[in-house]
């Protein structure tokens, strides 16, 4: 059986929850967040780490002085030890800069369930569909081809399933007939960043706490 989720502890303005962000593309999830903490806030970003030295999103860190790491697989022929390997040069980055929560933002790699172990609790995603329908990385595709009504956005603590761990908060849009993936994934993108800001001050602030 998986272990329980142990949430990071309540922080305060003078100590902030200190927040690893990683992104694998544009990064404008990483970008609303930064402009959340432009003022202070109960979490910071002490780390930016991208699995792809392409990501956009990378300029973010640069721009506002983040540490920012680009950590690309590995190049081994073995998956299996090549996954181990990337993960074990992730964590090392994570504990040198003494993180505590970890911000999955736009990060296209499944989390393998021995690093999920180590920090159940403390990783948190946000998913551009209402879980738990359209899990995985075509949600809006799946979306449109389902002819459903309504989507939106889901914030969920990881577990080591591809997003099944425990819901924190959704928001919803209606899937309009001339939807295209396009189009549905700006106006979902829209609501996620003012979604998962809050959600991480919620959970800075303890509201979580009683749930888990
Ligand atoms: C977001 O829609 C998020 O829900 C999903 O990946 C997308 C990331 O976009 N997990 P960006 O890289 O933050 O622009």
């Known amino acids: 059986m998986e272990g329980a989720y142990i949430l990071p502890r309540i922080a305060s303005l003078d100590n ?25 806030r109960l979490h910071h970003t002490e ?8 990501a956009k999103g990378l300029k973010y860190g640069y721009e506002k002085n983040i540490n920012t790491k680009i950590i690309s697989l590995p190049e081994i022929n073995n998956k299996i030890e090549q996954r181990i390997l990337h993960e074990e040069l992730i964590h090392i980055e994570l504990i040198k800069s003494k993180i505590e929560l970890i911000v999955l933002s736009g990060y296209m790699r499944i989390l393998t369930p021995s690093f999920v172990a180590k920090w159940k609790g403390r990783i948190i995603n946000i998913h551009p569909s209402l879980l738990p ?80």
Do not use: W
């Open 16 to 40: 902030p929850l200190r927040l690893a962000v990683l992104i694998s593309g544009s990064g404008s999830g990483l970008e609303a967040l930064l402009n959340h903490q432009n003022i202070p």
């Open 133 to 212: 329908d359209f899990p995985g990385a075509n949600a809006h595709r799946d979306v449109i081809k389902a002819g459903v009504k309504l989507s939106g956005c889901t914030v969920h603590l990881v577990d080591s399933g591809v997003d099944t761990g425990m819901i924190l908060e959704q928001r919803q849009v209606e899937v309009l007939p001339k939807e295209t993936i396009q189009t549905l994934q700006n106006k979902i993108k829209k609501i996620e960043h003012e979604l998962y800001p809050k959600v991480l001050d919620s959970l800075s602030e303890g509201v979580y706490h009683s749930i888990s």
């Open 47 to 54: 780390l930016i780490i991208s699995d792809n030295h392409n």
